[in-house]
C-alpha cells in the first residue's frame, strides 16, 4: 500500500512510546491527517484498521 501523500511508498511518523509498543512491523494502520501550513501535512492519530 502507498503513503499518504502522492509517490510515496513508505512513510515515517514519530511517536510516542505508547504508539510504538501497540504495533508490530507489517501492521496495516489508519493514520489521521490534516492539511497543515505550507501544504505539510500533520497527522493526529495511528490507529488500527
Known sequence: MDGWRAGQK???????ADD???FQDG?????AVEPG???I?????????
Request: no cysteine; aromatic share 18%.
Open 10 to 16: 513508505i512513510e515515517r511518523l514519530p511517536v510516542d
Open 20 to 22: 510504538f509498543d501497540r
Open 27 to 31: 501492521d496495516a494502520v489508519v493514520v
Open 37 to 39: 501550513v505550507l501544504g
Open 41 to 49: 501535512p500533520w497527522f493526529y492519530g495511528v490507529y488500527r484498521r
